[in-house]
């Protein structure tokens, strides 16, 4: 079983529909993450939240919005999506240490990611 | 800028025999590296980690994985395969964010698919 919490599974939305996808996670990590993965594709980074506040945007479109309520959740709101973002959307989280400190490769750990499929 | 390239697409080998799946990277010292798992329709897997100084790294389910920083390389081994290997494997690099904090990007190799067969 996995320690990130990933809601919905599966999202079906029409182009003008408003859909948010939730993450959970209770390892109390304070950096959360959301990836999109095609099929196919590895997964691409979207936003980066440290101690809920945005660290990374890498350049996403406006239509993905993202909001971390608290250091356990993880929101994607989305608006008027387009065919193209039909994917896998993974949330992870990992711990953050303050560099150099033994054992300081913090993995993420990844949910198991909602499915989205945009008509 | 980090990177990794995963050298083959898929793999095949036969039930019992060696796993080998190699990945090179590019990357400022030191690495922080990865090793994931995915099966379908599921999410990522840590199967191992880089520790700094070390060279043979143990990871779950009987991978493991060799840095050779001469070679840039930290290719993924198993002895023996089983059935239930067969997923998805990718390996990452991940850029710390500013600060000396451990956090950041992780970038991914495109994957290698392994297939096995009885």
């Known amino acids: 079983d996995t320690e990130v919490t990933q809601t919905p599974k599966h999202l079906v939305m029409g182009m003008t529909n408003k859909k948010s996808l939730k993450c959970e996670q209770h390892m109390g990590h304070r950096a959360m993450y959301w990836y999109k993965q095609k099929a196919k594709k590895p997964p691409e980074l979207m936003f980066v939240?440290?101690?809920?506040?945005?660290?990374i945007n890498e350049s996403v479109p406006s239509r993905f919005s993202p909001e971390c309520p608290n250091s356990s959740l993880l929101n994607l709101h989305l608006h008027a999506l387009q065919p193209e973002d039909s994917a896998l959307y993974l949330c992870?989280?990992?711990?953050?240490?303050?560099?150099?400190?033994?054992?300081?490769?913090?993995?993420?750990?990844f949910g198991d990611g909602t499915r989205l499929s945009i008509l | 800028a980090q990177s990794v390239t995963q050298l083959g697409s898929h793999v095949s080998v036969s039930e019992g025999a060696l796993v080998l799946l190699r990945c090179n990277y590019s990357?400022?010292?030191?690495?922080?590296l990865f090793w994931y798992v995915q099966y379908p329709n599921q999410g990522l897997q840590l199967l191992l980690k880089y520790t700094t100084g070390a060279t043979l790294v143990k990871g779950i389910n009987g991978f493991e994985a060799e840095f050779k920083k001469s070679e840039t390389s930290f290719h993924l081994t198993k002895p023996s395969a089983h059935m239930s290997d067969a997923a998805e494997y990718f390996c990452?690099?991940?850029?710390?964010?500013?600060?000396?904090?451990?956090?950041?990007?992780?970038?991914f190799g495109q994957g290698t698919i392994l297939t096995v067969h009885p």
């Open positions: 990452a690099v991940r850029r710390n964010n500013a600060g000396g904090t451990s956090y950041g990007k992780l970038t």
């Open positions: 990357s400022s010292v030191p690495p922080y």
């Open positions: 992870a989280s990992s711990q953050i240490f303050v560099i150099p400190v033994p054992n300081s490769n913090q993995p993420q750990h």
């Open positions: 939240y440290s101690y809920e506040k945005l660290s």
